[in-house]
Nanobody, 125 residues
Framework: VQLVESGGGLVQAGDSLRLSCAAS????????MTWFRQVAGKEREFVAA???????????YYDDSVKGRFTISRANSGNAIDLQMYSLKPEDTAVYYC????????????????WGQGTQVTVSS
């Protein structure tokens, strides 16, 4: 199993950026797929999650710090996730990780079995 993130980079405050995470080596359409982020020296924190609601339905959840600015969506028949980020702020600077798992609660790191290697997002002021 492999999760591979892409799309990070250096942007200015107010800019937009889109991250992608592709899962391979299994079928993840029924998994919770989630974005976390981590700043050096701090704990990894929840950003947004996509949970399977049956058939082709997915539900989305966001941390309050990104609600209204970030959008998580499924792609590739549910085996990939994107994170569209708008109105980026310097405090969004972090390494962004995607994760996949079946456990709850989905906001915590320990609920996930599979992780990507991370992609750096840097927002300059």
């Amino acid at each position: 199993v492999q999760l591979v993130e892409s799309g990070g980079g250096l942007v200015q405050a107010g800019d937009s950026l889109r991250l992608s995470c592709a899962a391979s080596g299994g079928t993840f359409s029924t998994y919770v797929m989630t974005w976390f982020r981590q700043v050096a020296g701090k704990e990894r924190e929840f950003v947004a999650a996509s949970t399977w609601g049956g058939r082709k339905t997915y539900y989305t959840y966001y941390d309050d710090s990104v609600k209204g600015r970030f959008t998580i969506s499924r792609a590739n028949s549910g085996n990939a996730i994107d994170l569209q980020m708008y109105s980026l702020k310097p405090e969004d600077t972090a390494v962004y990780y995607c994760a996949a798992g079946l456990k709850r609660p989905f906001e915590v790191v320990h609920s996930y079995d599979y992780w990507g290697q991370g992609t750096q997002v840097t927002v300059s002021s």
